[in-house]
T-cell receptor, first 111, second 113 residues
Framework: GQNIDQPTEMTATEGAIVQINCTYQTSGFNGLFWYQQHAGEAPTFLSY????GLEEKGRFSSFLSRSKGYSYLLLKELQMKDSASYLCAVRGSGGSYIPTFGRGTSLIVHP | DGGITQSPKYLFRKEGQNVTLSCEQNLNHDAMYWYRQDPGQGLRLIYY???????QKGDIAEGYSVSREKKESFPLTVTSAQKNPTAFYLC????????????FGDGTRLSIL
């Protein structure tokens, strides 16, 4: 089976840095995705990690440790528009490559 | 512009009624997926299709049915057997490659009258 854990909710201040963690236990590993989802809207792709280390993309970075079953999404210079749910999704083994999603972390950015 | 379109945005179902949610994509993706999202829950997979005329059950397929007669289209029917259908339904498509993300539609919110 697959098990993915994320904190339910986080709050942060505009301009600050926030780290959203994701831990997973899966049958095999074929990559980890982070998506952003504003309320009532479609999830949009943020990042993909398959090798250990940090991937940086503008204000957003994502880190992966396969040995620890751990990833985090780092958001810098927070803006009000970053208030959203952040979904961690892991692809396990198997030919279908269908990811399993965590419950998402609701991030609230306040002035 | 390429994309994935879901309709309607809002849908209401009466007791005992079947309703169909539309999902169309022009991204030329082979794979398509249906997810259900409840408050405080992650996305749960209902059905998926990796090729035309073939589809597989996901984790919560009971009370739902799908078809994949065309590459571009993957409609989902919520049948009267689904006793708790109120949720946000998301359709997604993808190339099926392990390193490629899924692309999502804007969702359909289904409620019971």
């Amino acid at each position: 089976g697959q098990n993915i854990d994320q904190p339910t909710e986080m709050t942060a201040t505009e301009g600050a840095i926030v780290q959203i963690n994701c831990t997973y236990q899966t049958s095999g590993f074929n990559g980890l995705f982070w998506y952003q989802q504003h309320a009532g809207e479609a999830p949009t792709f943020l990042s993909y990690n398959v090798l250990d280390g940090l991937e940086e993309k503008g204000r957003f970075s994502s880190f992966l440790s396969r040995s620890k079953g751990y990833s985090y999404l780092l958001l810098k210079e927070l803006q009000m528009k970053d208030s959203a749910s952040y979904l961690c999704a892991v692809r396990g083994s198997g030919g279908s490559y269908i990811p399993t999603f965590g419950r998402g972390t609701s991030l609230i950015v306040h002035p | 512009d390429g994309g994935i379109t879901q309709s309607p945005k809002y849908l209401f179902r009466k007791e005992g009624q079947n309703v169909t949610l539309s999902c169309e994509q022009n991204l030329n993706h082979d794979a398509m997926y249906w997810y259900r999202q409840d408050p405080g829950q992650g996305l749960r997979l209902i059905y998926y299709s990796q090729i035309v005329n073939d589809f597989q059950k996901g984790d919560i397929a009971e009370g739902y049915s799908v078809s994949r007669e065309k590459k571009e289209s993957f409609p989902l029917t919520v049948t009267s057997a689904q006793k708790n259908p109120t949720a946000f339904y998301l359709c997604a498509s993808g190339t099926g490659d392990s390193n490629q993300p899924q692309h999502f539609g804007d969702g359909t919110r289904l409620s019971i009258l």
